[in-house]
């Protein structure tokens, strides 16, 4: 089964520091990844998906994510952080075919120092 | 369209009571996901459905829970009887495509069992 790593539990930050939030996981085979965010207090919104194409994806609120495959990664980052992104943030991927589950990281908490 | 909807918002509830939720996914999606969140988990697959078919309740924790999905526009989550340990938010999402696309997720029922 795949699994989903992310290594970084909780990351502090000052406002306008650049962001990376690691994200690796398991499987071999075709894989879609996703990112959300879970704000205070809130339901996981999406923050950008990968399915195919360009490995550079670009999200809402300045996020971007690039997916190397070599290194079975999907890294998450941010030029310039802000203190609305202090959330938790989700790396999943699932399997590209068939009725396949989403399957979600721990998660990364993200604090940003005004 | 309202999203994906989940009621109640917030239960407390007595150990030993009998517990549902319920979710609403968007009109149209044939995939519907449980999750449970806790500090001390994470993010849980509990069971999902495709197509009202439950595909994978190996993340059920245990007898006590079970979950229905009738119809194409309704799901629920059951827990019988509750205990203290299932206190946790439990997240429901909806997803469009067979092969998996991005997930929408409820706003969460907090349960809380004293």
């Known amino acids: 089964a795949q699994s989903v790593s992310q290594h970084n539990h909780h990351v502090i930050l000052s406002e306008a520091a650049s962001l990376e939030l690691g994200c690796n996981y398991s499987?071999?085979?075709?894989?879609?990844l996703f990112w959300y965010v879970q704000y205070p207090g809130q339901h996981l919104q999406l923050l950008l998906k990968y399915f195919s194409g360009d490995p550079l994806v670009k999200g809402i609120k300045g996020f971007e994510a690039e997916f190397i495959k070599s290194k079975f990664s999907f890294n998450l980052r941010k030029p310039s952080v802000q203190w609305s992104d202090t959330a938790e943030y989700f790396c999943a991927v699932t399997r590209n075919f068939g009725n396949e589950k989403l399957t979600f990281g721990t998660g990364t908490r993200l604090t940003i120092i005004p | 369209d309202a999203g994906v909807i989940q009621s109640p918002r917030h239960e407390v509830t007595e150990m030993g009571q009998e517990v549902t939720l319920r979710c609403k996914p968007i009109?149209?999606?044939?995939?519907l996901f449980w999750y449970r969140q806790t500090m001390m988990r994470g993010l849980e697959l509990l069971i999902y459905?495709?197509?009202?078919?439950?595909?994978?309740d190996s993340g059920m924790p245990e007898d006590r829970f079970s979950a229905k999905m009738p119809n194409a526009s309704f799901s629920t989550l059951k827990i019988q009887p509750s205990e203290p340990r299932d206190s946790a938010v439990y997240f429901c999402a909806s997803s469009l495509a067979q092969g998996h696309t991005e997930a929408f997720f409820g706003q969460g029922t907090r349960l809380t069992v004293v």
């Open positions: 499987y071999g085979g075709t894989v879609n």
């Open positions: 459905f495709n197509n009202n078919v439950p595909i994978d």
């Open positions: 009109s149209g999606h044939n995939s």
